[in-house]
């Protein structure tokens, strides 16, 4: 099992900006991938950002050139830099981790990012 714990959501005004954490403890060896995908009211969940454990990287296309992913490999956590806050930017991030052996998605708690305008 792999545990995934976020932080760093909050409240902030359009053009601000927050940085996410999320912290993988448990077998993580069996992590490839991590990112993070957001679920607004009554939307479905999308991914936002993505970085294999060799440091490939993807993003949406709608938030290209504002977030930045990256990934620390030996503390096993992944940052989510976001700038230039946009309202509909305003969702639950979760974190999420591939299993590499099974393809199994392990999920984080969500935490609320809120952007007013």
């Known amino acids: 099992q792999v545990r995934l714990v976020e932080s760093g959501g909050g409240l902030v005004q359009a053009g601000g900006s927050l940085r996410l954490s999320c912290a993988a403890s448990?077998?993580?060896?069996?992590?490839?991938?991590m990112g993070w995908y957001r679920q607004a009211p009554e939307k479905t969940r999308e991914l936002v950002a993505a970085?294999?454990?060799?440091?490939?990287?993807t993003y949406a296309d709608s938030v290209k050139g504002r977030f930045t992913i990256s990934r620390d490999n030996p503390k096993n956590t992944v940052y989510l830099q976001m700038n230039s806050l946009r309202p509909e930017d305003t969702a639950v991030y979760y974190c999420?981790?591939?299993?590499?052996?099974?393809?199994?998605?392990?999920w984080g708690q969500g935490t609320q990012v809120t952007v007013s305008s």
């Open positions: 448990g077998n993580v060896f069996r992590i490839n991938a």
């Open positions: 999420n981790a591939r299993d590499q052996y099974s393809d199994l998605d392990y």
């Open positions: 970085i294999t454990s060799g440091g490939t990287l």
